[in-house]
């Protein structure tokens, strides 16, 4: 720090030797909380709005106020603002800032709040602001993947349990269940915004202000839905960052699982799948690789998002009313949750239109494992068989067919009929792949047609109607 750089003059009235350098550097938050300015400015203009209305301002020194943020705006998007470490912070970097711009008037604006209300209320904005942005994204990979099952409606694929085959299933009704998973989250984070939309500001340090404000009206002009109840809680809690946190664990997990899947099935040893080169890289030694690095990044980042909630729990777990230093620690994990989860969005929602499916593989791949066999115990039981006496005579007939090397659509009648006479012809109906899909025909299964129904009841509810 230069000597000709500004000095905080914002408590510094009781102090009587400066802040030692090292501490100046350590408390200052300017390094990573710049990324506030465009809701500091919003928020400073409401209030200063705010503060005319009342009688605290002049409507000439209001006016002035707003150029003059105006102009400060302007300059930081512009790349030609001097962003100080002395003075600790986005909001005092941009209220000297003001104060060197317009004089004596920009020394008025801090009237009526506290840093402790301004920067909750600018953290409630900018976590407002990108949870619009990331629904957006969030309709937008859901979108991508009805597109997708409803294209893969008819792709047969086998189910697993365990990672071993079970049931055939459709490739669509697969995909639709990575949308319900999605669909979910999406309500979460819609949940989370509807209650952090309180306003803070007028709470100022902790206790309110003597000055006669009207919290309703920086509510409203900010967009907020009303004032937040007690001063004491509007300062001090970060409840919200971590509720959006617990989303954004939740979501990342959804992608991990749904990454780990498109790594193993574009594997060799699966094939279910192709994704396009540009979402994938090369091996700098084997020539023949083709790695799906977008979904193993997503997997990966998913630890980073669990990491930013357990540190805001922590964060919380054990300060007394009402702020505290502490909270400055709430931006970074934060921001970097925000920013992930943003990212790992785009990804997906450029990757999952572009999918592939072979279907062939599939299809091979479902053929194996006796994947039909519950078909034939449900079979047995409509003819009268006990469901107990199915299973039993069901597991012979897969034991059998290990050692003949035989799928139980592949054996004879007369091989079946060894183990129960009750089985008749109409039987190779339910051994069939297509057979055992198209027979899972009600709401939540995989038949065909109930895909295209999902599909459609999907979206007109994100379309809203």
Not at 143 to 158: C, F, K, N, S
Request: aromatic fraction near 6%.
């Amino acid at each position: 720090m230069s000597d000709s750089e500004p000095k905080n003059q914002s408590w510094g009235g009781r102090f009587t030797e400066p802040t030692d350098a090292f501490v100046e550097r350590f408390t200052a938050s300017i390094g990573f909380d710049h990324r506030l300015y465009a809701q500091d400015i919003q928020g400073s203009i409401a209030h200063a709005t705010m503060l005319a209305k009342v009688g605290v301002l002049t409507e000439a020194e209001r006016d002035l106020i707003l150029e003059g943020l105006e102009g400060v705006r302007a300059d930081i998007e512009a790349g030609n603002f001097p962003w100080s470490v002395s003075l600790e912070d986005v909001h005092m970097n941009i209220e000297a800032a003001l104060t060197e711009r317009i004089g004596i008037a920009g020394k008025k604006l801090h009237t009526g709040r506290s840093r402790n209300d301004q920067v909750a209320t600018d953290i409630r904005l900018y976590l407002r602001d990108n949870i619009d942005r990331i629904s957006q994204e969030l309709t937008r990979l859901q979108t991508g993947l009805l597109d997708l099952a409803e294209r893969e409606a008819d792709t047969i694929m086998p189910g697993f349990t365990h990672l071993q085959s079970a049931q055939p299933v459709t490739f669509g009704h697969h995909l639709l269940a990575w949308f319900e998973m999605l669909k979910r989250d999406h309500s979460r984070l819609l949940d989370c915004r509807a209650r952090l939309n309180q306003s803070p500001l007028g709470a100022a340090a902790l206790a309110g202000t003597t000055y006669p404000i009207d919290r309703a009206m920086t509510a409203e002009l900010l967009g907020f839905d009303q004032p937040t109840a007690n001063s004491l809680d509007s300062v001090s809690d970060r409840d919200f960052a971590i509720e959006f946190c617990a989303f954004a664990s939740i979501l990342l997990t959804h992608l991990s699982r749904a990454s780990e899947e498109l790594v193993l099935w574009t594997s060799a040893q699966f094939g279910f799948i192709d994704l396009p080169d540009r979402f994938c890289t090369g091996s700098s030694i084997m020539p023949q690789k083709k790695n799906p690095d977008v979904p193993e990044l997503v997997r990966g980042k998913t630890g980073r998002v669990n990491g930013h909630l357990i540190a805001l729990l922590t964060l919380m777990k054990s300060q007394p009313l009402a702020y505290n230093k502490d909270n400055q620690e709430d931006k970074e994990p934060l921001f970097d949750a925000v920013d992930t989860v943003k990212d790992c969005l785009r990804a997906f929602a450029d990757m999952v239109p572009a999918i592939e499916a072979k279907k062939d593989n599939m299809y091979e791949a479902a053929k194996r494992g006796f994947s039909t066999a519950t078909d034939l115990a449900d079979y047995l039981v409509r003819r009268g068989t006990p469901f107990r006496d199915a299973h039993e005579v069901v597991g012979k007939s897969v034991a059998y067919g290990l050692k003949t090397g035989k799928d139980l659509s592949e054996m004879t009648l007369e091989e079946l009929q060894q183990f129960s006479d009750t089985i008749e012809q109409d039987v190779f109906e339910v051994l069939t792949l297509e057979g055992s899909v198209a027979a899972r025909d009600h709401i939540g299964g995989t038949a065909p047609e109930q895909v295209r129904k999902a599909v459609t009841r999907a979206r007109q509810a994100l379309s809203g109607e």
